[in-house]
């Protein structure tokens, strides 16, 4: 059984949550309320095992994800058919949406995200890829592209075009990096860490980043020769040959994080400014 005091500490981020959710506090409220009497009578069959903040998001999603939300007219205390087909042709942006909200805002794991929506891997993986770029297009940017091997260059141009980033410079050594980021500062950068001519992408971002502080991703086929514990290794990572998935994800969540720097904004306060522009969720 849960404690009382457990279970209030979990009501301001639950009702922040569920207000994001559903685009307003009202029905947020009522949300929160239909889910916990849910989860009280015991009606949804959440084991009690489980960790108490999950097993309320849980059962919230539970109610979100009932046919017709009845929950919003009258507080419906019948138990939830939680097997109904319904609950997996809900449109994507809208699982998209609770997506971006349970990991960026709430900071659930991937996994625990998949379970708390109880969604098949594929399923759940076109959501995220959804979500991901759905950040991306709300976030959008100007980034650099270092990389000497053109074909890839080209291939990361129009991927983040897709994305609706601005592709400022494509350069192929370290020298015309940090001469293009003196003319045209970037709020990104992508680069390969072994470079046409011999140079360093991991200098030329050092370099350029000591003068107009932004994130980068590194994509490279030799992660041993950052992942060496020597010096500060980076946060965003990827191996080639890369996934177009890895790349909406990483590149999301750059982006994410630099922004809430840059705003000066909490997680809470840049997920509610983006979650408030979510079209068509």
């Known amino acids: 059984m849960y404690e009382s005091t457990e279970s209030s500490a979990c009501m301001p981020m639950l009702r922040r949550f569920a207000r994001l959710l559903m685009g307003g506090q009202k029905a947020g409220d009522v949300l929160v309320l239909a889910a916990l009497q849910q989860f009280s009578d015991n009606k949804i069959g959440i084991p009690r095992t489980e960790d108490l903040k999950f097993a309320l998001y849980q059962a919230l999603i539970m109610v979100w994800r009932t046919p017709g939300r009845n929950y919003l007219s009258d507080r419906s205390t019948r138990a939830i058919d939680t097997d109904s087909a319904e609950r997996t042709r809900r449109r994507l942006p809208e699982i998209s949406r609770a997506i971006f909200l349970l990991t960026h805002l709430d900071e659930f794991s991937l996994d625990q995200t998949q379970r708390i929506l109880d969604l098949d891997t594929d399923v759940f993986d076109k959501c995220l890829g959804r979500a991901n770029e759905e950040v991306n297009y709300l976030l959008a940017t100007d980034v650099m592209i270092i990389e000497d091997e053109m074909l890839i260059a080209s291939q990361l141009e129009v991927l983040l075009r897709s994305l609706g980033h601005k592709v400022t410079t494509v350069v192929r050594t370290a020298k015309q990096a940090i001469a293009a980021a003196k003319k045209q500062p970037p709020k990104l950068i992508l680069s390969d860490i072994q470079l046409a001519d ?3 992408g991991v200098d030329a971002v050092a370099a350029i980043v000591c003068e107009t502080p932004c994130p980068a991703v590194f994509i490279t086929a030799f992660p041993e020769r950052l992942l060496t514990g ?52």
């Open 198 to 200: 011999g140079s360093s």
């Open 230 to 281: 020597v010096r500060p290794e980076p946060t965003f990572l990827l191996t080639k040959p890369f996934k177009v998935e890895q790349i909406k994800a990483v590149v999301s969540q750059a982006v994410f994080f630099d922004t809430k720097i840059r705003w000066k904004l909490s997680s809470e306060e840049l997920t509610g400014v983006l979650a408030q522009d979510w079209g068509g969720a």
